[in-house]
């Protein structure tokens, strides 16, 4: 049997914490989504890690459950074209602070996975590199950014087939590089950011 991962269920005891993580920053195409949780006190699934290192099974698994017993959740996505305009952090960081603002619970705290952030709205926070493996909330709010995304992904790749969106999930595979180059860039894709592989003249 897998070994159980113990993850914090917060940073301070008494305080309504939310976690906040975002999934895509990666990829050539598509959003990136951001979600934000607060879980109630002593939260727990056996589940429940970093999304990444869970399978798509166990992420379809917790969403619902997550969903359901969560004090609050929500999910945003920023689209390509503001990622080319305000680049991919940018885009990330606002994805996040725009889910905080769509929680119907307000937060005393936020923790936010990886160490870049912006202060907005009052909100007291604190980054966690590998957050998203530390505390529970995080971890609950990456498993809702990669399962919306990966739903928006095999969407989007009904629209522009071709692309082995379905399962690359828009990142720059050898598939999806390959793909690019024999039909070209879609509006989907992003334009500011490019392998090697991809000249610039193909935009």
């Known amino acids: 049997m897998p070994t159980e991962i113990n993850l914090l269920s917060y940073m301070e005891p008494g305080r309504l914490e939310a976690g906040c993580d975002e999934a895509g920053r990666g990829p050539l195409a598509g959003p990136v989504y951001a979600a934000a949780v607060i879980l109630p006190p002593g939260f727990h699934h056996p589940l429940l890690n970093d999304s990444?290192?869970?399978?798509?099974?166990?992420?379809?698994?917790?969403?619902?459950i997550i969903e359901k017993e969560a004090l609050s959740w929500a999910v945003v996505a920023v689209e390509a074209e503001e990622i080319d305009r305000i680049n991919i952090l940018k885009a990330s960081i606002t994805g996040m602070q725009r889910a905080v603002r769509a929680l119907?619970?307000?937060p005393d705290f936020l923790?936010?996975?990886?160490?870049?952030?912006?202060?907005?709205?009052?909100?007291?926070?604190?980054?966690?590199?590998?957050?998203?493996a530390t505390y529970a909330s995080i971890a609950a709010a990456s498993?809702?950014?990669k399962t919306y995304?990966?739903?928006?992904?095999?969407?989007?790749?009904?629209?522009?087939?071709?692309?082995?969106?379905e399962h690359n999930a828009g990142y720059p595979t050898p598939e999806h590089i390959d793909a690019?180059?024999?039909?070209?860039?879609?509006?989907?894709?992003?334009r500011s950011f490019?392998?090697?592989e991809l000249e610039p003249t193909l935009f």
């Open 180 to 190: 690019i180059k024999r039909l070209g860039y879609t509006p989907e894709h992003r």
């Open 52 to 64: 990444k290192q869970m399978s798509r099974t166990a992420r379809e698994t917790l969403r619902p």
């Open 149 to 165: 995304r990966d739903e928006r992904m095999a969407e989007l790749s009904r629209q522009y087939p071709g692309y082995g969106w």
């Open 143 to 145: 498993v809702l950014a």
């Open 194 to 196: 490019h392998p090697k």
């Open 111 to 132: 923790l936010i996975d990886g160490n870049r952030f912006t202060p907005f709205d009052g909100y007291a926070y604190a980054t966690v590199v590998h957050g998203d």
């Open 104 to 106: 119907k619970v307000r």
